[in-house]
């Protein structure tokens, strides 16, 4: 199992750890020990909107060899939904692979064109613009449709995460990271 998650300039920074910490409990926790994820961007450094600044594993990762795709949200979006160089390196995805956005990671996805005909959600002050690239927006905390997965506002990343660590891992493995987190807000319906 392998997990690109992808960073920028202005990412907002609970979006991506929100997303991070339950996903990369699988391996450190010993639930999925063969597990591998990277953190990659299409700079060498990244500043989140918080200040803080990240150096990637990866540049310009190839996302054809990977499970999961997944896309925080940021200020960061705004300039990246007219970046057509950007936006076709998120697009370059295989097909048996899953891409999962939260907030205005999803916005991404739009521009790039992933989600004409999908159900979506995203940040609640967001969802006029995401109406412009999708069939249907929904107020739901995750949203699943197909091999996409969108998520609401920022602590939506939490859900997002133990959502992702259930499909891999089960149920049982999903409780148990969540109570480690002391997390006790997921599930959501669905």
Known sequence: MKIAFV?????????FAGLYDPISRLKTMGFCPD???????????IRSSEGLVMIPDDIC???TLYDYVV???????????KNSEFLQWISTVGQDTTIAAVCGGVLLLGAAGLLRDRKVTTHPAMQPVL????????????????KIITAGGVTAAIDLGLYITE??????VRETIQKQMDYPHYPVTL
């Open 167 to 172: 499909l891999i891992a089960g149920r049982q």
């Open 71 to 81: 896309i925080p949200g940021g200020d960061g979006v705004k300039d990246l939904m």
């Open 131 to 146: 109406r412009h690239f999708a069939r249907d927006v929904l107020e739901d905390r995750i949203v699943p449709d197909g």
């Open 35 to 45: 597990l591998e994820y990277v953190v990659s961007s299409h700079t060498d450094q």
């Open 61 to 63: 990762t190839d996302f």
């Open 7 to 15: 960073l920028y300039d202005n990412v907002t920074l609970l979006d």
